[in-house]
């Protein structure tokens, strides 16, 4: 089963700061299945990026993603006050279609 | 505007059982993969299972398999998951969420509001 590693725990920033999320898997995702996800209090996930660096419907490019093998990361180029949440990878390779742990952003 | 909405979440007690609905608008469920995904109170988002269009394949996560069973009446746009024998470990959000079909249906593009299952004594 495939193990996602994300990192920092928590992040701390300011509004208009930039922000990078790592997520490191145990096995290497090959043709880059991996999603990042955002989650705001009390609301349900939202699809930021799929394929690695794709970004999904309606999601602003100050979001991307990087990476390949096992070491992606995601990138936010200037933080919004909807940006404080909770951000979560995913590998969607192999089933069981595991998620990482989690990386808080908080503001500072 | 595609819509998800679960329902049939609540209070159960160990070893009982509960079924839960999700009813899609805005969309033919018939074209897409779906999922059930869980989050515990406070933890991480988990998997928990997946249904193909058509129904077949279907897979779990070991910690629900032989216990939880998913299903989908495409005629009536919902997807289900049946959870027996629960376990005080199953509490959690229950979203089911659809697959986008550049991810193989197998990454998460609309999501449902959540149903909370509490399993306690």
């Known amino acids: 089963e495939f193990v996602l590693t994300q990192s920092p725990g928590t992040l701390s920033l300011s509004p208009g700061e930039r922000a990078t999320l790592s997520c490191r898997a145990s096995q290497r995702v090959s043709s880059n299945y991996l999603a990042w996800y955002r989650q705001k209090p009390g609301q349900a996930p939202r699809l930021l990026i799929y394929g690695a660096s794709s970004r999904a419907a309606d999601i602003p490019d100050r979001f991307s993603g990087s990476g390949s093998g096992t070491d992606f990361t995601l990138t936010i180029s200037r933080l919004e006050p909807e940006d404080f949440a909770v951000y979560y990878c995913q590998q969607y390779l192999t089933s069981p279609y595991t998620f990482g742990q989690g990386t808080k952003l908080e503001i500072k | 505007e595609v819509q998800l909405v679960e329902s049939g979440g609540g209070l159960v007690q160990p070893g009982g059982s509960l079924r839960l609905s999700c009813a899609a608008s805005?969309?033919?469920?018939?074209?897409?993969?779906m999922n059930w995904v869980r989050q515990a109170p406070g933890k991480g988002l988990e998997w928990v299972s997946y249904i193909t269009s058509s129904g077949y394949p279907i897979y779990y996560a070991d910690s629900v398999k032989g216990r939880f069973t998913i299903s989908r009446d495409n005629a009536k746009n919902s997807l289900y998951l049946q959870m027996n024998s629960l376990r005080v470990e199953d509490t959690a959000v229950y979203y089911c969420?659809?697959?986008?079909?550049?991810?193989?249906?197998?990454?998460?593009?609309?999501w449902g509001q959540g149903t909370l299952v509490t399993v306690s004594s």
């Open positions: 969420a659809r697959g986008l079909p550049y991810c193989g249906g197998d990454c998460y593009d609309s």
């Open positions: 805005g969309f033919s469920l018939s074209t897409y993969n």
